[in-house]
């Protein structure tokens, strides 16, 4: 079975930064990949970046330039940096970690219990 634990959210202010750590655990697999989603009050959970275990990043448009995604595989931890961050940026933010065992393989997907992030004007 896989965890996920998550660390690093809290209150800043606006333009100050914070970094969201998400360590896995368990039995994983080499095809891989972590998302950090986040769901603001009223809204849909939106997903803010992803990395997959080649390096391949993505991120949302609004964070681009601002947040960056990484991954140490010796730790099985996926980071988030968020810098300049604005109020918009407040909600509560969840950890994904997906893998499958083999190419073209059903995909499972777990859930970090999510860690909230409080940006203050």
């Known amino acids: 079975q896989v965890q996920l634990v998550e660390s690093g959210g809290g209150l800043v202010q606006a333009g100050g930064s914070l970094k969201l750590s998400c360590a896995v655990s368990?039995?994983?697999?080499?095809?891989?990949?972590m998302d950090w989603y986040r769901q603001a009050p009223g809204k849909q959970r939106e997903l803010v970046a992803s990395?997959?275990?080649?390096?391949?990043?993505n991120y949302l448009d609004s964070v681009k330039g601002r947040f960056t995604i990484s991954r140490d595989n010796a730790r099985n931890t996926v980071y988030l940096q968020m810098n300049s961050l604005k109020p918009e940026d407040t909600g509560v933010y969840f950890c994904?970690?997906?893998?499958?065992?083999?190419?073209?393989?059903?995909?499972?997907?777990?859930w970090g219990q999510g860690t909230q992030v409080t940006v203050s004007s």
């Open positions: 994904n970690y997906w893998q499958r065992q083999i190419l073209g393989g059903s995909r499972r997907d777990y």
């Open positions: 368990g039995k994983i697999f080499v095809i891989n990949g």
């Open positions: 990395i997959t275990n080649g390096g391949r990043t």
